[in-house]
């Protein structure tokens, strides 16, 4: 049978206890990132200034052993992160890597600074020895503790990591997991033909229609009304 790595997006509920110790790696994690790209912005605007080096061709040497030991050097001088979850530190730096790599790939912008003020605030959460699992119906996070979850769907596969996410108020963990079985469709050997339009979203060579997507509609709208606020 095939297996795939798949995501699972469940919805989980601390309570105020555990809220308050998931803003503060929320802060720890800010603060690494923040501080990481100071250390790199100060690198670049040095190797630009340098007249041996052109600027346009010039790609930081941005590797986990140097991640590693500015994450060091910032646990030595800023004691309030030695609190935080460690592996979601040296998550941020991964994350930090990429977005530098993509960057000068031209593949996305510049990476900025990250705001406490985001609605949308992250940590995510490596599994090192089982350290994420599910136990009496409670998600076990690695030095969190135990939160409770709703969700129907038998969670398959081996869990990678656990992404918690706090977004306009609510609480969700998305899970990461690899080699979650995959059962092929039959094959009936029909062909169809799919227009995509206005009025009807998909229009099928069989004459069967699907409507819009009223729920996007709705989101349109709100991030039409956002941005102006913005």
């Known amino acids: 049978m095939k ?31 923040n501080q990481l790209l ?17 600027p346009n061709n010039y790609k930081p040497r941005i590797n986990r052993v140097t991640l590693n030991n500015w994450l060091n050097e910032f646990k030595k001088k800023h004691f309030f992160l ?15 890597k990429d977005s ?21 605030q992250s940590i ?16 076990r996070l690695p030095r969190l503790g135990f939160v409770k979850y709703r969700d129907n769907r038998k969670i398959r596969g081996y869990i990678l990591s656990a992404t918690i996410r706090f977004e306009n108020g609510r609480w969700f963990a998305v899970l990461n997991c690899k080699n979650v079985p995959v059962e092929p469709l039959s094959k009936t050997g029909d062909k169809i033909g799919i227009d995509l339009g206005l009025r009807d979203l998909m229009t099928f060579s069989n004459g069967e229609k699907r409507k819009p997507i009223t729920r996007l509609t709705k989101i349109e709208s709100q991030i039409s009304r956002v941005n102006q606020n913005l």
């Open 82 to 96: 030695k609190n935080a979850e460690s592996t979601s530190l040296q998550s941020i730096c991964d994350i930090f």
């Open 124 to 139: 995510r959460l490596k599994n090192n020895n089982n350290s994420i699992q599910f136990e009496n119906n409670k998600l």
């Open 100 to 120: 530098i790599i993509r960057f000068f790939n031209r593949q996305n912008n510049y990476p900025r600074f990250k705001s406490r003020k985001n609605p949308m």
């Open 3 to 33: 297996t795939v790595v798949k995501s699972y997006k469940i919805r989980i509920y601390p309570d105020k206890s555990l809220q308050e110790r998931l803003f503060e790696n929320f802060g720890c994690n800010r603060f690494v990132f």
């Open 38 to 54: 100071s250390n790199n912005k100060l690198i670049f605007e040095i190797a630009v200034n340098n007249p041996r080096i052109n």
